[in-house]
């Protein structure tokens, strides 16, 4: 009987006398297949069981009482099939990332950082997880987990970005961060910089801390490079002759290269670190446990405060001697382009718009001024 209905100018259907809902669906085209109408929340439901002759009658009514029964059990067989596909288009976290960092964050200079905080916070509770099954309550349990409240900040920013250009590609119904918001006060800029006492202090207390972190904190306070710029110094970058430390695009937070003029004092300080190493500061690697120096460096500079009875050092952090360095290059008469430039800056009020567009002198020889004038201030107290 069913493979003798012909089809006509519109869809219809023809019930089973046996099993309650069971239709066989015709299309104007002729392709026939099975289908269960039943009643769930109220609303009359649809849910395809297969085509026909694929699936034979015997078989869709046994496929149609299974149904059935899980309507009768308070589920939706409809809802949980499209639910199903949901799941199959979107796949697993991890592989809507490999989407998105290979449609989004390639060219942006976050990459690095962005899969960084997905590889150590997201992936290890969600790398295989549907994405389609990531909630608003899972995002914060994730985020609670997070202690440091700056990274916790970063991870929620990463996450609602990810999920945005998720939900644009149609793989998600919903974004999940939405309504949540980051779970802590961001804080305010910092404003901390070093004195010319705490310097000597800091100096002093990097001799007794030796290498490999006193040479390296040394170095960071002439430079005014970034922690993870100074720990990866290799050989290699080092120019003797024409006395330039060149980092590569790959190394710099803007990825743009950038030179760095080496001092006299500054090649005194690259010149006591032991040789034979295939890092400047480490033998097969960066050096690691900042966290234990920098505790180390505090207690010796409150020690030496002390010895010259003055108030101990107000805290303060690594990156603090960044700001340090472009702070007293204002000081010592040092044009805003070129401290700019000596900290690796290209972008901002001093080379917005046309200025910036045409500005792209390097300031050599006024940059090496910079980091002379910089050492000799130093050498003045410390020596």
Not at 18 to 36: E, H, M, N, T
Not at 337 to 342: L, Q, S, Y
Request: hydrophobic share 40%.
């Amino acid at each position: 009987m069913v493979a003798a209905l012909t089809p006509r100018n519109m869809v219809y259907e023809v019930a089973d006398a046996r099993v309650v809902g069971l239709r066989v669906v015709i299309q104007p085209s002729g392709f026939k297949s099975w289908a269960v109408r039943y009643v769930a929340s109220g609303r009359t439901r649809k849910h395809t069981l297969g085509p026909f002759p694929r699936i034979k009658l015997k078989a869709a009514r046994k496929l149609a009482s299974t149904a059935l029964l899980s309507v009768h059990a308070g589920k939706d067989p409809a809802k949980l099939k499209a639910e199903e596909r949901r799941l199959a288009k979107s796949g697993s976290v991890a592989k809507a990332f490999a989407d998105y960092e290979k449609d989004h964050l390639a060219n942006r200079r976050s990459a690095r950082e962005t899969k960084r905080i997905f590889e150590k916070y997201v992936f290890p509770k969600w790398r295989a997880r549907p994405l389609v099954t990531i909630t608003k309550s899972d995002v914060i349990e994730l985020l609670k987990t997070i202690r440091a409240p700056i990274m916790a900040n970063r991870t929620y920013s990463a996450l609602s970005k990810f999920f945005k250009w998720c939900s644009a590609h149609d793989l998600i119904p919903a974004v999940p961060t939405v309504g949540v918001g980051k779970l802590h006060e961001e804080s305010k800029a910092r404003d901390r910089t070093l004195s010319d006492a705490e310097i000597r202090w800091f100096w002093r207390a990097c001799d007794k801390l030796g290498f490999p972190f006193g040479h390296l904190f040394k170095t960071l306070l002439f430079t005014g490079c970034r922690r993870s710029e100074v720990a990866g110094m290799t050989r290699d970058e080092l120019t003797w002759q024409s006395r330039l430390w060149e980092l590569s695009g790959e190394r710099m937070k803007t990825g743009n290269p950038h030179k760095i003029y080496i001092t006299p004092q500054l090649e005194t300080v690259l010149d006591s670190v032991p040789s034979g190493f295939d890092f400047v500061f480490g033998r097969k690697k960066p050096p690691s446990g900042f966290s234990k120096a920098k505790r180390a460096l505090d207690a010796e500079m409150t020690r030496l405060a002390r010895e010259d009875f003055e108030a101990p050092p107000l805290p303060f952090v690594i990156h603090d001697l960044r700001r340090t360095f472009r702070t007293n290059l204002a000081r010592l008469g040092v044009s805003t382009e070129v401290a700019e430039r000596c900290i690796a800056h290209s972008s901002g009020p001093s080379f917005e718009g046309v200025r910036g567009t045409y500005n792209r002198f390097g300031y050599p020889d006024e940059m090496q001024d910079a980091f002379e004038k910089w050492a000799k201030h130093i050498a003045k107290f410390v020596t």
